[in-house]
């Protein structure tokens, strides 16, 4: 099953959703100790939980600010990932700035949603008329009282799979 169809099925089904949790621990294994939870999936939105855990805490038992980086990329990556065709677009991220307020003392969660418009605009349009684009994408963390723990801004490049120079 293709990663686009998965994402598709993981918004109305359980089982497709634990299918693509442990599909993003097993290709990135990098992120298989922290045990990342999608808490919500739809076609615009996805929430992605970094539990409080022992892998996921910093000496000051906080969510380590690295644990928070890691879900904002995976929530936007993986939103478009489904939005987008992987097999006719390749998604690699430019840049990831973020903005820690306080804390988290408590498990925390991404969440990162786009609007059709946005899609359209930034996305669908702009790739009509070129390559490549560069989008960025505001991604929101909370801690489990829904207190924002930290901003993030990840610059995405969408580009054809037709204009990559370099060959996997």
Request: aromatic share 10%; glycine share 2%; proline share 2%.
């Amino acid at each position: 099953m293709n990663l686009s169809r998965l994402f598709q099925k993981a918004q109305t089904s359980k089982y497709h959703k634990f299918l693509l949790e442990q599909g993003l621990r097993r290709f990135v294994p990098f992120n298989r100790s922290h045990r990342f939870q999608i808490e919500q999936i739809s076609t615009h939105s996805l929430r992605i939980k970094a539990p409080y855990r022992k892998s996921n805490l910093n000496h000051l038992k906080g969510i380590h600010a690295c644990a928070l980086a890691t879900i904002a990329e995976i929530s936007s990556g993986l939103l478009l990932i489904g939005i987008l065709d992987p097999n006719k677009y390749r998604i690699i991220l430019q840049k990831l700035d973020l903005e820690y307020h306080y804390q988290a003392k408590s498990e925390a969660i991404a969440r990162f949603e786009v609007s059709e418009d946005w899609l359209q605009d930034r996305v669908f349009e702009p790739l009509e008329n070129s390559d490549r684009v560069f989008v960025d994408c505001n991604i929101n963390l909370f801690d489990k009282d829904d207190k924002q723990v930290a901003t993030a801004i990840a610059r995405w490049q969408i580009k054809n799979w037709q204009s990559v120079k370099t060959k996997v």
